[in-house]
Protein backbone atom coordinates (compact mmCIF):
# COMPACT_ATOMS: atom_id res chain seq x y z
CA UNK A 1 0.00 0.00 0.00
CA UNK A 2 1.08 3.22 -0.76
CA UNK A 3 0.25 6.55 0.75
CA UNK A 4 -0.83 9.07 -2.36
CA UNK A 5 -1.22 12.68 -1.75
CA UNK A 6 -2.88 14.72 -4.19
CA UNK A 7 -2.64 18.24 -4.66
CA UNK A 8 -5.01 20.45 -5.84
CA UNK A 9 -9.18 19.82 -5.85
CA UNK A 10 -9.71 21.65 -8.95
CA UNK A 11 -11.40 18.78 -11.13
CA UNK A 12 -8.19 17.25 -12.38
CA UNK A 13 -7.18 16.88 -8.63
CA UNK A 14 -10.05 15.25 -7.64
CA UNK A 15 -11.08 12.67 -10.50
CA UNK A 16 -7.48 11.31 -9.59
CA UNK A 17 -7.91 10.90 -6.39
CA UNK A 18 -11.61 9.59 -7.11
CA UNK A 19 -9.69 7.20 -9.54
CA UNK A 20 -6.96 6.09 -7.08
CA UNK A 21 -9.98 5.31 -4.56
CA UNK A 22 -12.05 3.46 -6.86
CA UNK A 23 -8.29 1.40 -7.74
CA UNK A 24 -8.01 0.28 -4.12
CA UNK A 25 -5.04 -0.24 -2.34
CA UNK A 26 -3.95 3.01 -1.62
CA UNK A 27 -4.14 5.55 1.55
CA UNK A 28 -5.31 8.57 -0.52
CA UNK A 29 -5.71 12.06 0.60
CA UNK A 30 -7.16 15.41 -1.52
CA UNK A 31 -5.65 19.00 -0.09
CA UNK A 32 -7.35 22.06 -1.68
CA UNK A 33 -6.10 25.31 -2.09
CA UNK A 34 -8.20 26.87 -0.60
CA UNK A 35 -9.37 26.25 3.35
CA UNK A 36 -13.05 27.20 2.46
CA UNK A 37 -13.65 25.31 -0.22
CA UNK A 38 -11.98 22.09 1.64
CA UNK A 39 -14.30 23.32 4.40
CA UNK A 40 -17.40 22.61 1.58
CA UNK A 41 -16.27 19.17 0.76
CA UNK A 42 -15.61 17.97 4.27
CA UNK A 43 -19.23 18.98 5.12
CA UNK A 44 -20.71 17.88 1.51
CA UNK A 45 -18.50 15.54 0.38
CA UNK A 46 -18.95 16.53 -3.35
CA UNK A 47 -16.73 18.83 -4.91
CA UNK A 48 -19.30 21.65 -5.81
CA UNK A 49 -17.44 23.96 -7.06
CA UNK A 50 -14.92 22.10 -9.63
CA UNK A 51 -16.62 18.93 -10.74
CA UNK A 52 -20.12 18.32 -8.52
CA UNK A 53 -21.80 14.96 -8.68
CA UNK A 54 -19.72 12.61 -7.54
CA UNK A 55 -19.81 11.27 -4.01
CA UNK A 56 -16.18 11.31 -2.21
CA UNK A 57 -15.72 8.10 -0.55
CA UNK A 58 -15.08 8.22 2.86
CA UNK A 59 -11.75 6.50 2.77
CA UNK A 60 -10.35 9.90 0.95
CA UNK A 61 -9.49 12.25 3.30
CA UNK A 62 -9.52 16.11 3.09
CA UNK A 63 -6.00 17.23 4.68
CA UNK A 64 -6.32 20.78 6.97
CA UNK A 65 -2.73 21.92 5.14
CA UNK A 66 -0.18 21.22 2.81
CA UNK A 67 2.17 20.04 5.54
CA UNK A 68 -0.13 17.31 7.35
CA UNK A 69 -0.78 16.32 3.18
CA UNK A 70 2.46 15.40 2.32
CA UNK A 71 4.03 14.26 5.49
CA UNK A 72 4.52 10.80 5.29
CA UNK A 73 3.13 10.59 1.53
CA UNK A 74 5.36 7.83 -0.87
CA UNK A 75 3.85 9.62 -4.03
CA UNK A 76 2.71 13.75 -3.80
CA UNK A 77 0.75 13.93 -7.35
CA UNK A 78 0.61 17.62 -8.17
CA UNK A 79 -2.44 19.19 -10.00
CA UNK A 80 -2.65 22.99 -9.97
CA UNK A 81 -2.62 25.18 -12.28
CA UNK A 82 0.66 25.67 -14.19
CA UNK A 83 1.30 28.95 -13.17
CA UNK A 84 0.83 28.13 -9.60
CA UNK A 85 3.27 24.73 -9.33
CA UNK A 86 5.90 26.47 -8.56
CA UNK A 87 4.70 27.88 -5.01
CA UNK A 88 2.97 24.63 -4.62
CA UNK A 89 6.17 22.74 -4.55
CA UNK A 90 8.52 25.47 -2.85
CA UNK A 91 6.27 25.68 -0.16
CA UNK A 92 6.42 21.62 0.45
CA UNK A 93 9.98 21.68 -0.16
CA UNK A 94 11.58 21.92 3.14
CA UNK A 95 8.92 18.89 4.56
CA UNK A 96 10.01 16.47 1.54
CA UNK A 97 11.99 13.55 2.18
CA UNK A 98 14.27 12.27 -0.47
CA UNK A 99 12.77 9.21 -1.55
CA UNK A 100 8.97 11.11 -1.80
CA UNK A 101 7.98 11.10 -5.16
CA UNK A 102 6.82 13.92 -7.52
CA UNK A 103 4.24 13.46 -10.08
CA UNK A 104 3.30 16.78 -12.03
CA UNK A 105 -0.40 15.91 -13.86
CA UNK A 106 -0.67 20.02 -14.57
CA UNK A 107 -0.92 20.53 -18.47
CA UNK A 108 1.74 24.13 -19.29
CA UNK A 109 4.92 25.86 -19.33
CA UNK A 110 6.13 28.03 -17.04
CA UNK A 111 5.06 31.64 -17.79
CA UNK A 112 8.48 33.35 -17.86
CA UNK A 113 10.71 30.68 -17.57
CA UNK A 114 9.05 28.39 -20.57
CA UNK A 115 10.00 25.75 -17.92
CA UNK A 116 7.94 21.91 -18.37
CA UNK A 117 6.38 21.42 -15.13
CA UNK A 118 8.88 18.77 -13.91
CA UNK A 119 11.98 20.73 -14.50
CA UNK A 120 10.07 23.13 -12.55
CA UNK A 121 10.08 20.58 -9.61
CA UNK A 122 13.55 19.57 -10.62
CA UNK A 123 14.95 23.45 -9.86
CA UNK A 124 13.23 23.01 -6.59
CA UNK A 125 13.92 20.00 -5.09
CA UNK A 126 16.32 16.91 -5.87
CA UNK A 127 13.12 14.31 -5.51
CA UNK A 128 12.21 11.56 -8.11
CA UNK A 129 9.81 12.84 -10.47
CA UNK A 130 6.91 11.93 -13.09
CA UNK A 131 4.58 13.19 -15.54
CA UNK A 132 1.12 12.38 -15.95
CA UNK A 133 -0.85 13.09 -19.49
CA UNK A 134 -2.72 11.74 -22.21
CA UNK A 135 -6.39 12.47 -23.36
CA UNK A 136 -8.55 12.05 -20.23
CA UNK A 137 -11.34 14.56 -18.92
CA UNK A 138 -11.76 15.20 -15.17
CA UNK A 139 -15.41 14.01 -15.56
CA UNK A 140 -15.09 10.94 -17.72
CA UNK A 141 -12.52 9.66 -15.25
CA UNK A 142 -14.78 10.65 -12.37
CA UNK A 143 -17.06 8.23 -13.76
CA UNK A 144 -14.93 5.30 -14.36
CA UNK A 145 -15.21 5.55 -18.28
CA UNK A 146 -12.40 3.40 -19.57
CA UNK A 147 -9.60 6.14 -20.10
CA UNK A 148 -6.24 5.39 -21.28
CA UNK A 149 -3.34 7.60 -20.33
CA UNK A 150 0.39 7.93 -20.06
CA UNK A 151 2.85 8.45 -17.16
CA UNK A 152 6.23 9.16 -17.86
CA UNK A 153 9.54 10.03 -16.10
CA UNK A 154 13.30 9.35 -17.56
CA UNK A 155 13.38 6.84 -14.91
CA UNK A 156 11.37 3.89 -16.59
CA UNK A 157 11.39 1.97 -13.70
CA UNK A 158 9.35 4.74 -11.89
CA UNK A 159 7.22 5.45 -14.51
CA UNK A 160 6.28 1.56 -14.40
CA UNK A 161 6.07 1.39 -10.80
CA UNK A 162 3.68 4.61 -10.79
CA UNK A 163 1.69 2.87 -13.96
CA UNK A 164 1.31 -0.32 -11.41
CA UNK A 165 0.20 1.91 -8.63
CA UNK A 166 -2.21 4.38 -10.71
CA UNK A 167 -3.83 1.78 -13.20
CA UNK A 168 -7.21 0.34 -12.71
CA UNK A 169 -9.84 -1.68 -15.13
CA UNK A 170 -11.08 1.65 -15.71
CA UNK A 171 -7.86 3.94 -16.09
CA UNK A 172 -5.24 2.27 -18.31
CA UNK A 173 -1.63 3.41 -17.91
CA UNK A 174 1.12 3.79 -20.57
CA UNK A 175 4.66 4.00 -19.35
CA UNK A 176 7.33 6.26 -21.47
CA UNK A 177 10.65 7.54 -20.54
CA UNK A 178 9.80 10.44 -23.06
CA UNK A 179 8.80 13.06 -20.22
CA UNK A 180 9.43 15.84 -22.42
CA UNK A 181 7.60 14.71 -25.28
CA UNK A 182 4.54 13.64 -22.78
CA UNK A 183 4.58 17.36 -21.23
CA UNK A 184 5.21 19.34 -24.33
CA UNK A 185 2.31 16.79 -25.86
CA UNK A 186 0.00 18.07 -22.94
CA UNK A 187 0.83 21.75 -22.59
CA UNK A 188 0.77 22.55 -26.34
CA UNK A 189 -2.69 20.64 -27.86
CA UNK A 190 -4.23 22.95 -25.74
CA UNK A 191 -3.43 26.02 -27.98
CA UNK A 192 -4.95 24.37 -30.83
CA UNK A 193 -7.86 23.28 -28.87
CA UNK A 194 -8.29 26.82 -28.71
CA UNK A 195 -7.69 27.30 -32.66
CA UNK A 196 -10.10 24.40 -33.22
CA UNK A 197 -12.55 26.00 -30.42
CA UNK A 198 -12.33 29.28 -32.79
CA UNK A 199 -13.21 27.54 -36.41
CA UNK A 200 -16.32 25.92 -34.69
CA UNK A 201 -17.58 29.23 -33.20
CA UNK A 202 -16.74 30.88 -36.66
CA UNK A 203 -19.29 28.42 -38.16
CA UNK A 204 -16.50 26.74 -40.32
CA UNK A 205 -16.56 23.18 -41.49
CA UNK A 206 -14.62 20.07 -40.35
CA UNK A 207 -12.36 20.56 -43.09
CA UNK A 208 -10.97 23.40 -41.01
CA UNK A 209 -11.38 21.71 -38.12
CA UNK A 210 -9.12 18.61 -39.47
CA UNK A 211 -6.42 21.45 -40.76
CA UNK A 212 -6.14 22.31 -37.76
CA UNK A 213 -5.52 19.50 -36.09
CA UNK A 214 -3.00 18.02 -38.80
CA UNK A 215 -0.83 21.50 -38.62
CA UNK A 216 -1.39 21.50 -35.35
CA UNK A 217 0.41 18.46 -34.59
CA UNK A 218 3.00 19.29 -36.71
CA UNK A 219 3.95 22.41 -35.45
CA UNK A 220 3.59 20.38 -31.87
CA UNK A 221 5.86 17.92 -32.84
CA UNK A 222 8.66 20.32 -33.99
CA UNK A 223 8.70 22.34 -30.98
CA UNK A 224 8.70 19.08 -28.90
CA UNK A 225 11.56 17.24 -30.97
CA UNK A 226 13.60 20.37 -30.74
CA UNK A 227 13.56 20.14 -27.00
CA UNK A 228 14.44 16.89 -26.98
CA UNK A 229 11.04 14.70 -27.57
CA UNK A 230 10.87 11.61 -29.43
CA UNK A 231 8.16 11.65 -32.37
CA UNK A 232 6.71 8.61 -31.31
CA UNK A 233 5.07 9.99 -28.18
CA UNK A 234 3.44 12.84 -30.15
CA UNK A 235 2.40 10.57 -32.07
CA UNK A 236 0.62 8.50 -29.14
CA UNK A 237 -1.79 9.10 -26.31
CA UNK A 238 0.01 12.03 -24.83
CA UNK A 239 0.10 14.00 -28.52
CA UNK A 240 -2.38 13.15 -30.70
CA UNK A 241 -4.95 11.05 -28.35
CA UNK A 242 -4.71 14.68 -26.25
CA UNK A 243 -5.07 16.51 -29.59
CA UNK A 244 -7.83 14.78 -30.52
CA UNK A 245 -9.84 14.78 -27.12
CA UNK A 246 -9.58 18.49 -26.33
CA UNK A 247 -9.96 19.51 -30.21
CA UNK A 248 -13.13 17.69 -30.94
CA UNK A 249 -14.66 17.57 -27.02
CA UNK A 250 -17.02 19.75 -25.93
CA UNK A 251 -15.53 19.03 -22.22
CA UNK A 252 -12.65 20.68 -23.11
CA UNK A 253 -12.04 23.98 -21.57
CA UNK A 254 -9.61 25.47 -23.58
CA UNK A 255 -12.09 24.95 -26.98
CA UNK A 256 -15.20 25.79 -25.05
CA UNK A 257 -12.85 29.57 -24.67
CA UNK A 258 -12.00 29.38 -28.33
CA UNK A 259 -15.76 28.65 -29.30
CA UNK A 260 -16.66 32.05 -27.66
CA UNK A 261 -13.68 33.86 -29.23
CA UNK A 262 -14.95 32.80 -32.81
CA UNK A 263 -18.33 34.12 -31.77
CA UNK A 264 -16.92 37.87 -31.35
CA UNK A 265 -16.99 37.62 -27.45
CA UNK A 266 -14.24 39.47 -25.12
CA UNK A 267 -11.18 37.32 -23.50
CA UNK A 268 -12.25 38.69 -20.27
CA UNK A 269 -15.67 38.20 -20.47
CA UNK A 270 -15.03 34.29 -21.41
CA UNK A 271 -12.15 34.34 -18.32
CA UNK A 272 -15.06 35.76 -16.12
CA UNK A 273 -17.74 33.13 -16.87
CA UNK A 274 -15.22 29.88 -16.58
CA UNK A 275 -15.73 30.74 -12.15
CA UNK A 276 -12.27 30.25 -11.55
CA UNK A 277 -11.73 26.88 -13.67
CA UNK A 278 -8.80 27.10 -15.50
CA UNK A 279 -8.12 27.27 -19.37
CA UNK A 280 -4.25 26.45 -19.66
CA UNK A 281 -3.53 27.18 -23.42
CA UNK A 282 -4.52 31.05 -22.70
CA UNK A 283 -1.32 31.71 -20.42
CA UNK A 284 0.64 28.58 -22.24
CA UNK A 285 0.38 30.51 -26.01
CA UNK A 286 2.77 32.95 -25.14
CA UNK A 287 4.82 30.91 -23.48
CA UNK A 288 4.82 28.07 -26.39
CA UNK A 289 6.19 31.18 -28.31
CA UNK A 290 9.02 32.24 -26.00
CA UNK A 291 9.56 28.38 -25.62
CA UNK A 292 9.55 28.57 -29.79
CA UNK A 293 11.74 31.08 -30.33
CA UNK A 294 14.70 29.62 -28.19
CA UNK A 295 14.35 26.82 -30.57
CA UNK A 296 14.03 28.61 -33.90
CA UNK A 297 10.97 26.48 -34.83
CA UNK A 298 8.21 28.39 -36.44
CA UNK A 299 4.53 27.61 -34.81
CA UNK A 300 2.08 29.87 -37.32
CA UNK A 301 -1.42 28.39 -35.07
CA UNK A 302 -0.04 29.62 -31.99
CA UNK A 303 1.13 32.62 -33.38
CA UNK A 304 -2.04 33.44 -35.30
CA UNK A 305 -3.73 32.28 -31.40
CA UNK A 306 -1.56 34.54 -29.13
CA UNK A 307 -2.66 37.28 -31.90
CA UNK A 308 -6.54 36.56 -31.21
CA UNK A 309 -5.62 36.01 -27.59
CA UNK A 310 -3.68 39.29 -26.45
CA UNK A 311 -3.47 41.44 -29.36
CA UNK A 312 -6.97 41.95 -30.79
CA UNK A 313 -6.63 40.17 -33.51
CA UNK A 314 -10.19 38.82 -35.35
CA UNK A 315 -10.96 35.19 -35.43
CA UNK A 316 -11.63 35.83 -39.35
CA UNK A 317 -8.09 37.48 -39.70
CA UNK A 318 -6.27 34.76 -37.88
CA UNK A 319 -7.91 32.16 -40.37
CA UNK A 320 -7.29 34.28 -43.86
CA UNK A 321 -3.62 34.88 -42.10
CA UNK A 322 -2.70 30.92 -41.58
CA UNK A 323 -4.55 30.10 -45.10
CA UNK A 324 -2.60 32.73 -46.80
CA UNK A 325 1.13 31.80 -46.33
CA UNK A 326 3.51 31.10 -48.69
CA UNK A 327 3.29 27.94 -49.62
CA UNK A 328 4.97 25.09 -48.41
CA UNK A 329 6.15 21.20 -48.51
CA UNK A 330 4.36 18.99 -46.10
N1 LIG B 1 -9.99 19.20 -15.97
C1 LIG B 1 -9.48 18.24 -16.73
O1 LIG B 1 -10.23 17.44 -17.34
C2 LIG B 1 -8.00 18.06 -16.82
C3 LIG B 1 -7.12 19.03 -16.35
N2 LIG B 1 -5.78 18.87 -16.47
C4 LIG B 1 -4.84 19.86 -15.95
O2 LIG B 1 -4.92 19.88 -14.53
C5 LIG B 1 -4.51 21.16 -14.04
C6 LIG B 1 -5.55 21.64 -13.03
O3 LIG B 1 -6.77 21.81 -13.73
P1 LIG B 1 -8.18 21.46 -13.12
O4 LIG B 1 -8.07 20.41 -12.08
O5 LIG B 1 -9.08 21.21 -14.27
O6 LIG B 1 -8.56 22.82 -12.38
P2 LIG B 1 -10.00 23.53 -12.31
O7 LIG B 1 -10.11 24.45 -13.47
O8 LIG B 1 -11.06 22.52 -12.13
O9 LIG B 1 -9.87 24.38 -10.97
C7 LIG B 1 -8.92 25.41 -10.79
C8 LIG B 1 -8.05 25.06 -9.61
O10 LIG B 1 -7.04 26.03 -9.43
C9 LIG B 1 -6.89 26.22 -8.04
N3 LIG B 1 -6.17 27.43 -7.74
C10 LIG B 1 -6.55 28.71 -7.93
N4 LIG B 1 -5.59 29.56 -7.49
C11 LIG B 1 -4.59 28.78 -7.00
C12 LIG B 1 -3.32 29.05 -6.40
N5 LIG B 1 -2.88 30.31 -6.21
N6 LIG B 1 -2.55 28.01 -6.00
C13 LIG B 1 -2.97 26.73 -6.18
N7 LIG B 1 -4.15 26.42 -6.74
C14 LIG B 1 -4.94 27.43 -7.15
C15 LIG B 1 -8.30 26.21 -7.53
O11 LIG B 1 -8.31 26.01 -6.12
P3 LIG B 1 -9.19 26.92 -5.10
O12 LIG B 1 -10.52 27.15 -5.71
O13 LIG B 1 -9.23 26.05 -3.89
O14 LIG B 1 -8.41 28.18 -4.92
C16 LIG B 1 -8.82 24.99 -8.30
O15 LIG B 1 -8.47 23.81 -7.64
C17 LIG B 1 -4.38 22.05 -15.28
O16 LIG B 1 -3.02 22.14 -15.61
C18 LIG B 1 -5.12 21.30 -16.37
O17 LIG B 1 -4.62 21.55 -17.66
C19 LIG B 1 -5.25 17.75 -17.06
C20 LIG B 1 -6.08 16.76 -17.52
C21 LIG B 1 -7.51 16.83 -17.43
O1 LIG C 1 -6.32 18.11 -20.86
C1 LIG C 1 -7.49 17.79 -20.83
C2 LIG C 1 -7.94 16.43 -21.13
O2 LIG C 1 -6.89 15.56 -21.40
C3 LIG C 1 -8.53 18.77 -20.45
O3 LIG C 1 -8.58 19.77 -21.40
P1 LIG C 1 -9.23 21.19 -21.05
O4 LIG C 1 -8.32 21.81 -20.01
O5 LIG C 1 -9.27 21.93 -22.32
O6 LIG C 1 -10.59 20.93 -20.49
Same mark, same amino acid.
Given at each position: ??????????????????????????????????????? &???????????????????????????????? +?????????????????????????????????????? $??????????????????? !?????????????????????????????????????????????????????? $?????????????????? +???? +????????????????????????? &????????????????????????????? !? &??????????????????????????????????????????????????????????????????? +????
Amino acid at each position: MSKIAVLGAGAWGTAIAISLVRRGGHEVCLWAHSPAHAD &EMRVTRDNMRYLAGFVLDPSLTLPLSLEEAVT +GADVIVSVTPSQHLRATIAEIAPLLQPHQVLVSASKGI $EDDSHLRMSQVMQSITGNP !VATLGGPSFAREVAAGMPTAAVIASADLALAQRLQTEFSSESFRLYSNADIVGV $ELGGALKNVIALAAGVAT +GLNL +GSNTAAALMTRGMAEITRLAIACGA &EQKTLAGLAGMGDLVLTCTGTLSRNRTVG !V &ELGKGRKLPEIIESLNGKVAEGVRCTSAALGLASVHGIEMPITEQMNQVLHHNQAPLDAIRALMTRP +GKDE
